[in-house]
């Protein structure tokens, strides 16, 4: 479950109360198509047992269990456990929750400025957000939170464990982090209030740079001032732009779809489909394009996930320009956000389609490619293990995958430019690359050769 944000398809729909359990049953089957109930489902007798069995556990944990227990907190755990084990991003999210949810999404809100999930019993950071407490303290994806002002959360929900890190601006916190090939180490930062500022822009070497680090509401607004700013400093057009959507975690749908406008004159910039045919859904871009005729390069990383794969997707599939840097997350499933009782019961966070990019690729578990892999860190011999969307418990699997894709884990033989030894990270080898691609005049025979 991510915590925050993910590529969200706002549906607003209203479902009745959780006033039983039997109830929500009966009003999932009778909306259904009745022939399809009696071909793939359970009958309504033995759903009803099944509801029955769940009945008598909680009267049994109520009656017999050693310590007194929150009914409200037992059910909410079992609507997350049946959502959870369908896959990671399914979720039930509490009243608070998707009050916080609305908020996050528009830009501003409280917090320490990373994007989470749960795996292996611990918070997982995805990435953390740029200009906030996280990542001015060094946390880093991939991170794993293990201890919170001292105390294990291993074990405890996502949404119990955001909870614990919150707190009024100003207020210090400690947390416990475990990273790869390193002892763990105690970070401390102090809670602010976070107002993100998702794009950011700036003349590097001449050619234009822009970095998206969230697609909220406030994306493509941002990628059209980028844009403009950067005219401006250059006095004229712009030679190149270099789009870094390294370490991006995703977002809303339209703003991907906005985002991609910027360099496609309309067309399709991605297709979502669920369950049946008639499910599908094909978004195209505005027409105009903003940025008409400048050369493009999309920087893409093992953390750039959900709406970041579909405008580099796209980019890539439309021949608009070069997609550089690594293998993105994989994440190509859509998760409705749908409000129970118009949000005051929380809301129903399902997974209800996948998306694929304008060729008709699927890149869910798998990733965009991108057209040159250029590492970020020195080769020091030993196999960098990224984990993305295809490592998550419960991932759903790439339906365009062969039976072997699935069943065992292939690595491509891909020629991927390293560092040179003594290289500082901190120098940014990804984007140098990327700048001299766009000024030394080797960028259209690259992207040629790409398509």
């Known amino acids: 479950m991510r915590q925050v944000n993910g590529l969200e398809s706002r549906m607003k729909y209203v479902l009745p109360t959780l006033g039983t359990v039997a109830a929500i049953a009966l009003f999932a089957?009778?909306?259904?198509?009745?022939?399809?109930?009696?071909?793939?489902?359970?009958?309504?007798?033995?759903?009803?047992?099944?509801?029955?069995?769940?009945?008598?556990?909680?009267a049994r944990v109520r009656s017999d269990y050693v310590v007194d227990v929150n009914d409200g907190e037992l059910i909410e755990d079992a609507i997350n456990g049946m959502?959870?084990?369908?896959?990671p991003h399914s979720s039930y999210v509490s009243?608070?929750?998707?009050?916080?949810?609305?908020?996050?999404?528009?830009?501003?809100?409280?917090?320490?400025?990373?994007?989470?999930?749960?795996?292996?019993?611990?918070?997982?950071?995805?990435?953390?957000?740029?200009?906030?407490?996280?990542?001015?303290?060094?946390?880093?994806?991939g991170d794993y939170i293990t201890e919170i002002e001292g105390k294990s959360i291993m074990g405890l929900s996502l949404t119990d464990a955001v909870n614990r890190m919150r707190g009024?601006?100003?207020?210090?916190?400690?947390?416990?982090?475990?990273?790869?090939?390193?002892?763990?180490?105690?970070?401390?930062?102090?809670?602010?209030?976070?107002?993100?500022?998702?794009?950011?822009?700036?003349?590097?070497?001449?050619?234009?740079?822009?970095?998206?680090?969230?697609?909220?509401?406030?994306a493509s607004e941002g990628l059209a001032d980028a844009v403009a700013g950067l005219s401006k400093e250059i006095g004229g057009k712009i030679p190149g732009i270099v789009l870094d959507l390294r370490g991006n975690p995703g977002g809303l749908l339209d703003q991907s779809i906005k985002v991609s406008s910027a360099f496609l004159d309309g067309g399709e910039v991605v297709s979502t489909r669920g369950r049946t045919a008639k499910d599908t859904e094909r978004y195209n871009g505005e027409r105009g394009e903003l940025a008409k005729g400048i050369p493009l390069i999309v920087l893409i990383d093992g953390a750039s996930a959900s709406a970041s794969e579909i405008v580099a997707g796209a980019v890539q599939d439309?021949?608009?320009?070069?997609?550089?840097?690594?293998?993105?997350?994989g994440k190509g499933s859509v998760q409705s956000v749908i409000p129970l009782r118009g949000g005051r019961d929380g809301a129903l966070r399902l997974t209800?389609?996948?998306?694929?990019?304008?060729?008709?690729?699927?890149?869910?578990?798998?990733?965009i490619d991108p057209d040159i892999y250029i590492s970020a860190i020195p080769d020091d011999g030993k196999e960098?293990?990224?984990?993305?969307?295809?490592?998550?418990?419960?991932?759903?699997?790439?339906?365009?995958?062969?039976?072997?894709?699935?069943?065992?884990?292939?690595?491509?033989?891909?020629?991927?430019?390293?560092?040179?030894?003594?290289?500082?990270?901190?120098?940014?080898?990804?984007?140098q690359k990327?700048?001299?691609?766009?000024?030394?005049?080797?960028?259209?025979?690259?992207?040629?050769d790409a398509g």
Do not use: C, H
């Not at 009778?30 to 909680?58: G, K």
């Not at 959502?83 to 896959?87: G, I, K, N, P, W």
């Not at 976070?194 to 822009?201: G, M, P, S």
């Open 352 to 367: 209800t389609q996948r998306y694929y990019t304008p060729s008709g690729r699927s890149i869910q578990g798998t990733g």
């Open 168 to 218: 009024k601006p100003g207020e210090p916190i400690t947390i416990t982090v475990a990273r790869e090939d390193e002892e763990q180490m105690e970070i401390t930062m102090v809670r602010e209030v976070i107002k993100r500022q998702v794009v950011k822009y700036e003349v590097k070497d001449g050619v234009g740079y822009i970095r998206i680090s969230q697609f909220n509401e406030k």
């Open 29 to 58: 089957f009778s909306t259904s198509n009745q022939t399809a109930i009696a071909v793939e489902r359970p009958s309504y007798d033995e759903t009803f047992q099944q509801l029955e069995l769940f009945a008598d556990v909680l």
């Open 384 to 431: 960098q293990k990224i984990r993305r969307e295809a490592d998550l418990p419960n991932a759903i699997v790439n339906e365009d995958a062969s039976d072997d894709e699935k069943s065992e884990e292939t690595v491509a033989e891909v020629l991927i430019d390293y560092p040179p030894e003594g290289f500082e990270i901190e120098e940014d080898y990804q984007l």
């Open 95 to 141: 009243p608070d929750d998707f009050r916080d949810l609305q908020v996050s999404t528009s830009g501003e809100y409280g917090g320490l400025g990373m994007e989470v999930t749960t795996e292996e019993g611990f918070v997982k950071v995805i990435a953390p957000i740029d200009d906030t407490p996280a990542k001015r303290a060094g946390v880093k994806a």
């Open 434 to 448: 990327a700048i001299e691609l766009l000024k030394n005049g080797t960028y259209r025979q690259k992207l040629a």
């Open 83 to 87: 959502l959870q084990s369908l896959d």
């Open 318 to 329: 439309r021949g608009r320009g070069l997609v550089l840097g690594m293998t993105s997350f």
